[in-house]
């Protein structure tokens, strides 16, 4: 069974920084899907940032030119930087991973909150 336990959430003002972090149980290698999503109070989970095939990313552009996934083989994790914060990305967090290719992908972790203040 695939665990994977999202990490890095908290509270921060407008214009802050955050680094959330998710922490397979196994070998990231053998997930062709891989990515993040988000759900505010009252909104549908919506997708974020995630690893398209060859190794590319696709983010909402919301959020492009200021969140940037990447992912480290060598500690089975993937990474959502995020900078310029704004109230609006207020929501949980959610890491996401597949054998398969398409989203949503099979796995979820429990999601971690984060908050930007105003």
């Known amino acids: 069974q695939v665990q994977l336990v999202e990490s890095g959430g908290g509270l921060v003002q407008a214009g802050g920084s955050l680094r959330l972090s998710c922490v397979a149980s196994g070998s990231i290698q053998s997930f062709n899907a891989m990515g993040w999503y988000r759900q505010a109070p009252g909104k549908q989970r919506e997708l974020v940032a995630v690893?398209?095939?060859?190794?590319?990313?696709t983010l909402i552009g919301s959020v492009k030119g200021r969140f940037t996934i990447s992912r480290d083989f060598d500690k089975n994790t993937m990474y959502l930087q995020m900078n310029s914060l704004k109230p609006d990305d207020t929501a949980v967090y959610y890491c996401n991973a597949g054998v398969g290719s398409s989203y949503p992908a099979d796995y979820w972790g429990q999601g971690t909150q984060v908050t930007v203040s105003s």
């Open positions: 690893f398209t095939t060859g190794g590319r990313t």
